[in-house]
């Protein structure tokens, strides 16, 4: 849910975004580029919006561009409530944008790989270092070292299963607030201006 002008002119004329604008500007085979060039290729391309989106998510910027909606005393029981579910689901989508991409190329099976890895070459280095229960206990040794790795295999999946459960929401939350948002702007109950954020 980005205001696809505000995302064409930070790309534009935002640092942190100028490797987004080069691919752009080699992508049109242009050096000058407007603002509208920018919102054509990025509705042709949409990997170039998920691009950006990646940008802020590794800046901790938010990508939701969607203001608060005022509930005005003029407005329709229908549209009031439309406004309050929309900044309800806002809030929402806000809170889960980590989770807006499904966990099929998260960095969790290195992460948590690497501190099962870790603590059993720990483990390793003090027992061989300051005990003899390589010689004494070494099956022991052994099994605990692979119950340390279940573990770490365990809390993968645990936090895998998290991951996919929260994108679910995120999801189903997203496309719920675009429909509302379209019919928002189609009863003209909010005006563009009013929803999204420049």
Known sequence: MVNIQKVSNQILNDSLYNTLLFEIKEKLFAHEITPL???DILKKEPSLLSEYKEINRQSELSSI???ELVVKAGDTPQAAQRKREINENVQILKNLEN???DSKNSAYPI???SIGVMVVFMAHNIIALFS???TTHESAVYISFCIVLWLTYFGYIKVKNNHDAQHK???ATYTKT???IEEG???VDFTYQEIYAK
């Open 185 to 187: 702007l189609q009863n």
């Open 99 to 101: 989770f807006e991409g």
């Open 37 to 39: 060039m920018i919102e």
């Open 132 to 134: 003899d229960l390589y």
């Open 111 to 113: 992460w948590i790989g």
């Open 178 to 180: 675009k429909t509302m």
């Open 65 to 67: 561009q969607i203001k």
């Open 169 to 171: 929401v995120f999801a």
